[in-house]
């Protein structure tokens, strides 16, 4: 039997026993598909993949489940979901013609708003199988996705930024320390973010009391976020205290968010929870996810399905919440899944697309590790690209060097680069603020703070930081 | 007013000193000044040589005599097969999994040294930490201490139960950070044997001389945990050292031991 997927393609026949062999196959080399058993033979054989993915109908991916749906309660949520009127302008085309579709200049942010609920995760990681770097840019530029809480994100000509002010000891001062030095760098619109070093009730407290006490005593039009455990910020929010935004790690597959110690009734729990408070002023997206390439084969809950396809899912999880904040730890995982700056480029630039084009309001955290073939350079490209292509927020460490979590990510001087690069401001609220805090230069650009002219730090001094 | 508050040089420098984050570095148009850059390169290159400088095994074999060795390497054949594919740093090698078959016997333990990701680490202070361990073990018997090369922790459960050891003790280096390149990480599993998951194992890391754990303090952690393995008869997450907290262990990062 010749099998449903096959292809004739200079002069040689090509068979793929299944989807999930044809998705993996077509997928630009990494390290995981690799270790996972699932990637082309031959650099021939990828390009024949991506020949057969580009004839099958989109169609398909709605007839063809890669994870089973009745094991699997986040196929379920994507199947039951799917929009089928929102899908009846696409229904007709195949995955090649959805890709020459997106490109079309005529296809706006309209059109690209109008299609996302019609499509499912699987159609969007096919479709990017088909695309090299700069469709993936010019497309993604071309969606937006506004969120709201107490500023506005995600507005063209918009950069926000998460000021990731982590201490390895969760000391408040430390922590104080990292976050004024982002404030007088701009840094801090999408998130005031701690990854607390020990995951307990009574730390997160301690932080998110401290957050909301300097966020308050400045009035800065921002949210903070502790990223506990989602069961941690239920308890948090069941003992009254002020939670912005619940944060949690989501993958691709039930098995794999069993990993991480979730399914969607505690995350539709935490929702709820946290949008009872009313916090916001002008808007009420409240959750914040993170996510990554390689999440469901470490946890060996991929099913078979190749990491990018599952990362995918991963938003289609992310998407039934209303995030405000969505970003991939693209770097994080390491070498055995992405292996060096070029595929850690090519993943960030594909989850930010994928992402975008299902509506969620898509950031990265540019990073890498020190066993990573990847440097500060890989990154100035990446959040380069990253931001010509219109991603929501980038995360800032100071001096690039996360203290406690031993990575690197973007830094306070990269974003300032950016801005000076690509004329990208701050979230509107939060310009206001930075403007009227003396910290914005009449060019718009932030200013620098020479040591005897700090009206800031003055204003600063004297408080719970300077003690 | 102001005349009771610090100058913002002296604000800046309280601050700097509540947190080892590269914070108030200065700018010079955009950037960072060249001095912190040259600093934040140094620190990653540091890193990256404890990732990939050469192991040699034979000077560690040296060091630890007179205690008896076994060199033996897992199915990654270099460093790049060992970052990319973890699954064969799990495995031995052919010919290593013969030689440890000729060295089977009863014994209450084996240690086994990896160079995990901080080659550098390994040979600066694997000798001292088996040493301290060995100081330790109070009668209990020892195979010969076991050199394995391209390690990751799960192989030390291959190591394990082809030596016939009651529990195998893994010493292996620590993904490297920028202020700490040359950590190790000790993974102790009892009843070793192929297959056994990371959640039946104890773990003491962050062993290193920049405000890590010292040896002699990590051996006596052990050592506990040890005698409570050998005594009930498990390791892992059941078996908890409540004798004194342990330094706080970043939980994020996917080392991918197993």
Not at chain 1, 101 to 107: C, D, G, V
Not at chain 1, 161 to 182: C, E, F, M, S, Y
Not at chain 1, 258 to 282: C, E, P
Request: hydrophobic share 45%; charged share 20%; glycine share 10%.
């Amino acid at each position: 039997m010749g099998g449903a997927y096959h292809c004739d393609f200079g002069g040689e026949r090509h068979r793929f026993g299944s989807l999930a062999h044809v998705m993996a196959c077509a997928t630009p080399t990494r390290s995981g598909d690799a270790l996972a058993g699932l990637a082309a033979d031959s650099a021939a054989q990828r390009v024949a993949a991506r020949a057969v993915l580009a004839d099958l109908p989109l169609r398909h991916f709605l007839d063809v489940a890669l994870v089973p749906y009745e094991s699997d309660e986040v196929t379920r949520l994507i199947i039951d979901s799917h929009d089928a009127i929102a899908f009846a302008p696409l229904s007709a085309m195949t995955v090649g013609d959805l890709r020459d579709w997106l490109l079309r200049p005529e296809t706006d942010s309209v059109a690209l708003a109008q299609v996302a609920p019609g499509l499912i995760p699987e159609m969007v990681a096919a479709v990017s199988k088909l695309m090299r770097n700069q469709d993936l840019i010019i497309v993604a530029q071309k969606v937006r996705v506004v969120t709201a809480f107490r500023n506005t994100i995600g507005l063209a000509g918009r950069l926000s930024t998460r000021l990731q002010p982590n201490h390895p000891a969760d000391d408040p001062r430390g922590i104080a320390a990292a976050v004024l030095d982002g404030l007088i760098h701009g840094v801090g619109d999408a998130v005031i973010g701690i990854n607390p070093a020990t995951d307990s009730v009574p730390g997160a407290l301690r932080l998110i009391a401290m957050l909301d006490d300097l966020r308050e005593r400045y009035a800065i039009p921002t949210q903070t976020c502790v990223l506990t455990h989602v069961t941690n910020s239920l308890e948090i929010i069941a003992r009254g205290a002020p939670v912005d935004l619940v944060f949690q790690s989501i993958a691709g597959s039930e098995a794999a968010n069993r990993g991480f110690g979730i399914d969607l009734a505690v995350l539709r729990a935490a929702h709820d929870a946290a949008l009872s408070l009313g916090r916001g002023t002008v808007g009420q997206n409240v959750m914040y996810f993170e996510t990554g390439q390689g999440a469901a084969l470490s946890a060996d809950a991929h099913h078979g399905i190749d990491q990018q396809t599952m990362e995918a899912r991963a938003y289609g999880v992310a998407r039934a919440f209303d995030p405000l904040l969505v970003n991939t730890v693209v770097g994080f995982i390491g070498p055995e899944y992405l292996y060096d700056g070029k595929e850690i480029i090519r993943a960030a630039l594909e989850d930010h697309f994928c992402g975008k084009l299902l509506g969620l309001p898509m950031g990265c955290d540019a990073c890498y590790t020190n066993h990573a073939e990847a440097d500060q350079d890989d990154m100035d490209t990446l959040m380069t690209l990253l931001t010509v292509a219109g991603c929501s927020f980038l995360i800032c460490v100071p001096g690039n060097d996360d203290v406690m979590l031993s990575y690197q990510s973007l830094s306070y001087h990269d974003a300032l680069a950016l801005r000076a690069m690509l004329g990208v401001r701050a979230a509107p609220e939060f310009e206001g603020w930075l403007d009227a805090m003396g910290l914005i230069a009449p060019d718009g650009s932030i200013r620098a703070l020479a040591d005897g002219a700090a009206g800031l730090v003055h204003r600063l001094n004297g408080t719970g930081i300077a003690a | 007013m102001s005349d009771d508050l610090p100058t913002p040089a002296a604000l800046w420098d309280r601050l700097r000193a509540a947190t080892p984050a590269r914070i108030a570095l200065g700018r010079v148009g955009h950037a960072p000044p060249l001095g912190a850059v040259l600093a934040f390169q140094l620190d990653h290159a540091r890193a990256r040589d404890a990732v990939h400088a050469p192991f040699d095994a034979a000077a560690l074999a040296a060091e630890l005599a007179p205690l008896p060795t076994i060199t033996v390497a897992s199915a990654a054949g270099d460093r790049a097969t060992y970052l990319r594919r973890p699954d064969l740093g799990r495995r031995l090698a052919t010919e290593s999994a013969e030689r440890l078959a000729g060295a089977k016997a009863v014994h209450d333990v084996a240690i086994v040294i990896g160079e995990g990701l901080s080659a550098t680490g390994v040979q600066a202070g694997a000798a001292a930490l088996v040493r301290a361990l060995v100081a330790e073990l109070n009668g209990l018997s020892l195979a010969p201490v076991v050199i394995a090369t391209g390690a990751r922790v799960a192989l030390g459960d291959a190591i394990g139960e082809a030596l016939g050891a009651r529990v195998v003790i893994m010493v292996i280096g620590e993904r490297p950070g920028l202020s700490v390149a040359d950590s190790l990480g000790i993974y102790m599993t009892y009843a070793p044997r192929v297959g056994r998951a990371d959640s039946e194992r104890n773990c003491i890391s962050n062993i290193h001389g920049r405000g890590g754990l010292t040896p002699v303090r990590a051996a006596a952690t052990l050592a506990r945990l040890l005698r409570e393995a050998l005594r009930r008869g498990l390791s892992g997450v059941e078996l908890k050292d409540d004798a004194e907290a342990l330094p706080i262990q970043p939980t994020l990062i996917p080392e991918t031991p197993a």
